[in-house]
């Protein structure tokens, strides 16, 4: 009788202690497009680390950098139908179904990170971020980058005029090809992935990107000219799904996975405005490119030509986020 009583026992033991400690690992499967050395890169692998430590390995995730598990497009339909359960693309990739996150494509619409983040950080900022929710989505932060510079093989560029027939390659959005015409240029959609070929065989002549993606998937190396025009932002939006989501709270693991997205992008901020420094000095300190500074005189005039654009998308946008946008100082 003792004995079957013992034996009751540990069973019960095994049960509660062994079974759970083995239960199966929530798996996030987190895919982006950039290298592993920029602020992206760096904040997703922080955020494995902070997940997987705090939740002592009840969560796993899996970083796929360089789109080597899906690229542009592909991320964000793999996101609505759960294959992957994080992504952070940039905003022009969301524009075939949350056409209003072209917002942050405008050229000069901030003139600074800080005005950048007081927007994001605001009710206006808070909105956008729910409104990929209609797609079974959940908009959890905004990720930072930076703002972009041009480059081209055909010709300095110190005022716009001198843009005219040159070749860019742009993201799909309909701002960025509105931006390119303004100026006399010619837009071409292609993937991130596809860009330092397309410059090194001539499919376009240049392209505009911030200083991390611009280094660290050495551009320098099959580019000529290089304006410092910051004439706009490239960020981001972390996203997740509502499969994923409900998951995590039936698991009581929404909290923490929560809090930890909130430390990571605290990190990131701090990083992109590092790395933004240090890959512009190593661009300078590899030499072989031809920089030009725009002087504030002609930022005038690229502000005043490129924000032409904007009545273009008073609808498509939203007027009131563009004004609220412009108003947040
Ligand atoms: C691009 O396509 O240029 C960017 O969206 C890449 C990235 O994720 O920074």
């Given at each position: 009788?003792?004995?079957l009583?013992n034996?009751?026992f540990?069973m019960?033991a095994f049960s509660?202690?062994v079974?759970?400690a083995?239960a199966?690992?929530?798996?996030?499967k987190?895919s982006?497009v950039?290298?592993?050395?920029?602020p992206?890169?760096k904040a997703a692998?922080?955020l494995k680390?902070l997940?997987?430590?705090r939740?002592?390995?009840?969560?796993k995730?899996e970083?796929?950098?360089?789109?080597s598990?899906y690229?542009?497009?592909?991320?964000v339909?793999?996101?609505?139908?759960n294959a992957i359960?994080l992504?952070?693309?940039?905003?022009s990739k969301?524009?075939?179904?949350?056409?209003?996150?072209?917002l942050?494509?405008?050229?000069?619409l901030?003139?600074s990170t800080?005005?950048l983040?007081?927007?994001?950080?605001?009710?206006?900022?808070?909105?956008?971020?729910k409104?990929?929710?209609?797609?079974?989505?959940?908009?959890l932060?905004?990720?930072?980058?930076g703002f972009?510079v041009?480059?081209?093989?055909i010709?300095?560029?110190?005022?716009p005029?001198?843009a005219k027939?040159i070749?860019f390659?742009?993201?799909?959005?309909?701002?960025l090809?509105e931006?390119?015409?303004v100026?006399?240029?010619?837009p071409h959609?292609l993937?991130?992935?596809?860009v330092?070929?397309?410059l090194?065989?001539g499919?376009v002549?240049g392209?505009?990107?911030p200083?991390s993606?611009?280094y660290?998937?050495k551009f320098?190396?099959?580019q000529?000219?290089?304006t410092?025009?910051?004439?706009?932002?490239?960020?981001?939006?972390l996203?997740?799904?509502?499969?994923?989501m409900?998951?995590?709270?039936?698991?009581?693991l929404?909290k923490v996975?929560?809090?930890?997205?909130?430390?990571?992008t605290?990190?990131?901020?701090k990083?992109?405005?590092e790395?933004?420094e240090?890959y512009?000095n190593?661009?300078k300190?590899y030499?072989?490119?031809?920089?030009?500074v725009?002087?504030p005189?002609e930022?005038k005039?690229?502000?005043k030509?490129?924000?032409?654009?904007?009545?273009k998308?008073?609808d498509?946008?939203g007027?009131e986020?563009?004004?609220a946008a412009?108003n947040?100082?």
């Amino acid at each position: 009788m003792k004995l079957l009583r013992n034996m009751m026992f540990l069973m019960v033991a095994f049960s509660l202690l062994v079974v759970p400690a083995m239960a199966k690992p929530i798996k996030v499967k987190f895919s982006h497009v950039v290298a592993v050395e920029t602020p992206k890169g760096k904040a997703a692998e922080y955020l494995k680390k902070l997940l997987e430590e705090r939740t002592n390995g009840k969560i796993k995730m899996e970083v796929y950098p360089n789109a080597s598990l899906y690229g542009d497009r592909e991320a964000v339909e793999a996101l609505k139908m759960n294959a992957i359960q994080l992504a952070c693309p940039s905003f022009s990739k969301f524009t075939g179904f949350v056409p209003q996150l072209q917002l942050f494509d405008l050229p000069f619409l901030f003139d600074s990170t800080e005005h950048l983040h007081k927007f994001m950080d605001s009710e206006w900022g808070k909105k956008i971020l729910k409104l990929v929710g209609s797609k079974g989505l959940v908009g959890l932060a905004y990720w930072d980058n930076g703002f972009k510079v041009l480059s081209n093989n055909i010709r300095p560029i110190i005022l716009p005029k001198d843009a005219k027939g040159i070749k860019f390659r742009i993201m799909s959005s309909k701002v960025l090809e509105e931006q390119f015409k303004v100026i006399g240029a010619i837009p071409h959609v292609l993937p991130f992935s596809e860009v330092y070929s397309a410059l090194q065989q001539g499919v376009v002549d240049g392209a505009e990107n911030p200083w991390s993606n611009f280094y660290t998937k050495k551009f320098y190396e099959v580019q000529k000219y290089l304006t410092v025009s910051y004439h706009g932002y490239l960020g981001y939006m972390l996203v997740t799904n509502k499969i994923f989501m409900k998951k995590l709270k039936k698991a009581g693991l929404d909290k923490v996975f929560l809090d930890s997205v909130k430390e990571a992008t605290e990190y990131e901020r701090k990083l992109a405005k590092e790395l933004d420094e240090y890959y512009y000095n190593k661009v300078k300190e590899y030499g072989k490119i031809q920089i030009h500074v725009t002087t504030p005189e002609e930022r005038k005039i690229w502000k005043k030509t490129m924000m032409q654009i904007y009545p273009k998308f008073y609808d498509v946008i939203g007027k009131e986020f563009i004004d609220a946008a412009l108003n947040t100082k």
